[in-house]
């Protein structure tokens, strides 16, 4: 199992940037495609960003040219960064770990962390 934590939310003013860090332990952080979602209020979970093993991402069309996901997997972080932030962006945000072991797929989550994009 990989446990995770999250931080780097924040309220912050639209136009403004932020970068939001999720650390892994517990197993083998290079064994895990990283990805980033978020959910706001009465609204689904849904992808912002993914990242591979072996470093191919892919992001949402909303945050296409803005977000930038990348992975150390020396320091076991997944990051993200975010820029040109809007009031939609507003949410929780939350890393996911995910991996297929015999043909099974094995997501974990991390306990999220607060997104507010408002002027």
């Known amino acids: 199992q990989v446990q995770l934590v999250e931080s780097g939310g924040d309220l912050v003013q639209p136009g403004g940037s932020l970068r939001l860090s999720c650390a892994a332990s517990g197993s083998i952080f290079s064994f895990y495609a990283m990805g980033w979602y978020r959910q706001a209020p009465e609204k689904q979970r849904e992808l912002v960003a993914a990242i591979t093993v072996g470093g191919s991402t892919n992001y949402a069309d909303s945050v296409k040219g803005r977000f930038t996901i990348s992975r150390d997997n020396d320091k076991n972080t997944v990051y993200l960064q975010m820029n040109s932030l809007k009031p939609e962006d507003t949410a929780v945000y939350y890393c996911?770990?995910?991996?297929?072991?015999?043909?099974?797929?094995?997501?974990?989550w991390g306990q999220g962390t607060q997104v507010t994009v408002s002027s």
């Open positions: 996911n770990a995910q991996t297929t072991r015999l043909g099974i797929r094995y997501d974990y």
